[in-house]
């Protein structure tokens, strides 16, 4: 079923209960959103001149516009494509240009910076979330539900391959539906009075999260800050009962540190469902020993998301109590209606126990790739996605991830890619090549580290590097450290030896 009726039948159901909130600001209740949602998605198709399986983007901080701005995407039959508000413009502007959106929302400074990479481009409008035009759009006439195909495009995420290149993952409603049951079987159910607040950005996984929680009448709520603010989400968790939220390893780190500073965690806290990024044994020890048994765990991609596999707080909570080490370090049970296969590097299945690439076959499975079909053709074979994982499937069924074999960096639970780092060092005169890896980092998870080769009789200042990635990328990937090298370890071919590079970084104080 299309979401935009599952989301009608859910203010139909649950028309009084609340259903959005800004901080502790009273909520509007399902039948008020849905009024707002049919309104701005009458102003998509009427004024902005919009028709279905259009794109718009949406460049936006966590807000509660947010949500019901992708609400009244799916209710026009149009596309979301969600990017991360960290982006730099020109990576803003590629992703316009690739999806070919007419719209993007967005907010404040966000605006002035993507309206000039906006106006390059034909037929491409920017409005402000903000503004006076947008608040009144949301009290306009009402576009009546239509009936639309489960197989339209719902959810256009861009990610990035070992090339550096963005690619825009392609997601339907009906993928996000399966999701959703995937969620309620292996992970919690959701019911009217339960909530989840909205900390991780919901341009990434987070943003999925309010899909099984609105479709079963619970309380989305975004913060005032929209983000994370210790102090802030634990007054939250005290405002509001049995709430959940999506949560990095580092999110889960800077909770328990903050939960042990101030006499223990606030009591509304229900479910912590962890993801995107190593979660550490001992890590989810200190998070169990913390909030008790309230800490879930699930493994996806983009390219299926949060349904891959999954550990719910119950079985994490009994790991624990029975030292099983073996399933606190696994990423958990294969999902309900999820197939998965390792495969050997010749493409035949591994045997129990044996390492083998992450391959997984299921109604979350993407469609494919926006216009990219070689890109498709190569990572769904016959079904079967190829998720560049490399793991084991042990005896008791248990998913062991060990390596990823795309090189991606996962810092904060947000990923980036080494290539668009290398590219950005190397516009710089002085340098002759660059390879950047992850290395540990207590806090992050990983951070980034380059390492640089300067051209013969070169000086630079790394002050001077980090300004050129400021001018092209994001903040978040700049390099946390460089390391000067004559020359990068390379095999016979003269690829670069990464791996040799991340062992030695272990040795560097």
């Known amino acids: 079923m299309h979401l935009s009726s599952l989301f009608h039948r859910s203010a139909l159901m649950h028309a009084d209960r609340p259903a959005l909130a800004a901080g502790t600001r009273t909520p509007l209740t399902y039948a008020q959103l849905q009024a707002r949602v049919q309104a701005l998605a009458g102003w998509l198709r009427g004024p902005m001149g919009l028709q279905p399986g259009q794109r718009v983007m949406l460049a936006l901080r966590n807000h509660p516009s947010y949500i019901e701005s992708v609400l009244a995407i799916w209710h026009a039959g149009l596309c979301a494509v969600p990017v991360n ?19 993007c929302l967005s907010q404040g400074e966000l605006f002035e910076a993507l309206s000039p990479a906006a106006r390059s481009l034909d ?58 049951l995937n969620f309620y079987a292996d992970v919690q159910a959701v019911a009217p009075g339960d909530a989840m607040v909205h900390v991780a950005p919901l341009s990434h996984g987070g943003g999925l999260y309010s899909i099984p929680y609105w479709l079963h009448g619970a309380l989305q709520i975004v913060p005032d800050s929209g983000g994370l603010d210790e102090d802030e989400l634990s007054a939250l ?16 780190q800077r909770m328990v540190r903050h939960a042990r500073q101030n006499g223990g965690p606030p009591p509304g806290l229900r479910t912590l469902i962890v993801g995107g990024a190593p979660f550490y044994v001992e890590d989810i020890k200190e998070a169990v020993a913390c909030f008790g048994p309230r800490v879930a765990q699930i493994y996806g991609q983009g390219e299926s998301p949060m349904s891959i596999s999954a550990l719910s707080a119950a079985q994490i909570a009994d790991a624990v109590a029975t030292n099983d080490d073996a399933l606190l370090g696994s990423v958990g049970y294969v999902q309900a209606s999820m197939e998965v296969e390792l495969r050997s590097g010749d493409g035949s299945p591994a045997a129990l126990g044996e390492l083998g690439e992450v391959t997984v076959k299921g109604p979350t499975v993407m469609l494919g790739y926006w216009n990219n079909a070689r890109a498709t053709a190569h990572t769904i074979v016959d079904g079967w996605l190829h998720t560049g994982d490399i793991g084991i ?48 980092d207590p806090e992050w998870g990983e951070s980034v580290l380059a390492f640089v080769v300067l051209k013969p009789g070169a000086q630079v200042q790394t002050q001077d590097l980090d300004r050129l990635c400021l001018a092209s990328i994001a903040r978040f990937k700049r390099p946390k450290r460089y390391v000067f090298l004559d020359e990068l370890p390379k095999n016979s071919t003269g690829k670069v030896l990464k791996r040799e590079l991340q062992q030695r970084a272990l040795s560097i104080p």
């Open 237 to 252: 968790l005290t405002h509001y009962e049995r709430v959940s939220l999506f949560a990095s390893p580092t999110i889960v």
């Open 123 to 180: 037929a491409v409008r920017v409005e402000d979330v903000e503004s006076a035009a947008y608040a009144k759009a949301a009290s306009g006439p009402a576009l009546a539900l239509e009936r639309r195909s489960s197989q339209e495009l719902a959810w256009l995420f861009y990610t990035s391959g070992t090339t550096g290149k963005p690619k825009g993952v392609m997601l339907s409603h009906a993928n996000l539906l399966g999701m959703c």
């Open 393 to 440: 499937l042990d005896a008791r069924g248990l998913l062991h991830l060990k390596d990823r074999s795309k090189d991606v960096i996962i810092s904060g639970g947000t990923n980036i890619y080494p290539r668009e780092v290398e590219e950005a060092l190397t516009r710089h005169e002085a340098v002759q090549e660059v390879s950047v890896v992850g290395v540990a």
């Open 85 to 103: 508000a960290k982006l730099h413009p020109n990576e803003l502007e590629y992703i316009l240009r690739d999806c070919e959106a007419r719209l």
